[in-house]
């Protein structure tokens, strides 16, 4: 599966343009990528909405899956 960085990197998104179509500061999203785990459900169906993929795409990410 993909991580969310590589979502957005296909989908020719900068991490500027998801933190405003967030709501939040440019740092906050990257933390989201680095740590997917800490996304939350809210925050996780935004994002799954502004690259067109499934929530599950997002919440189950390659990054999140590793143990």
Same mark, same amino acid.
């Given at each position: 599966?993909?991580?969310?960085?590589?979502? &957005?990197?296909?989908?020719?998104?900068?991490?500027?343009?998801? /933190?405003?179509? $967030? =709501?939040?500061?440019? #740092?906050?999203?990257?933390?989201m990528?680095?740590?997917? &785990?800490?996304?939350?459900?809210?925050?996780?169906?935004?994002? /799954?909405?502004? $690259? =067109?993929v499934?929530m #599950?795409?997002?919440?189950?990410?390659?990054?999140?899956?590793?143990?």
């Open positions: 599966m993909l991580t969310v960085k590589q979502w &957005r990197l296909a989908k020719e998104k900068s991490q500027q343009e998801m /933190a405003d179509a $967030l =709501g939040v500061h440019i #740092n906050t999203y990257r933390n990528e680095e740590n997917p &785990r800490k996304i939350r459900i809210g925050q996780a169906v935004q994002i /799954a909405k502004l $690259l =067109g499934s #599950n795409d997002i919440l189950f990410t390659g990054e999140a899956t590793k143990c």
